[in-house]
């Protein structure tokens, strides 16, 4: 009997930790950038890439806790123009994991101003010693 219970609570702590753990292999090499009330942002440092001088390449995601959705970009930022463009996107439940909606086309630009996310996550990529 007891060796019974010891394994139901073995399987119970193990798919708690396999639940708890599920939302962090979806964010694997994102690091943490802020958030603006129930949204997180994050970027994966390991995908920075100058396109120009002044135009970089990385990939962010989204955590929107209101509506359960992980939103993860490619995005192309261009600090010159101050203008940031999504390159690719892909949408996910965010507690399942479920892929939801892919999209591979360009959109247009959009313009950003100084005290926005998109400049925080820029500021978090170009100035290590501010993390």
Known sequence: ?????????????????????????????????DADDKTGYYVNLNSVHW??????ISDVAVVKAATNRLY????????????YRILHSEVFAYDTR????TNASTV???FYGPA???????DYILYPEGR
């Open 1 to 33: 009997m007891l060796r019974l219970r010891t394994k139901r609570l073995f399987f119970l702590l193990f798919s708690l930790l396999l639940y708890c753990t599920t939302p962090c292999l979806a964010l694997e090499g994102m690091e943490f950038v």
């Open 51 to 56: 396109e120009a001088d002044n135009v970089l």
């Open 72 to 83: 993860v970009y490619t995005m192309r930022f261009d600090m010159e123009k101050r203008t």
């Open 98 to 101: 479920e892929l939801l909606e």
């Open 108 to 110: 247009s630009e959009h």
């Open 116 to 122: 926005s996310m998109m400049q925080e996550i820029i």
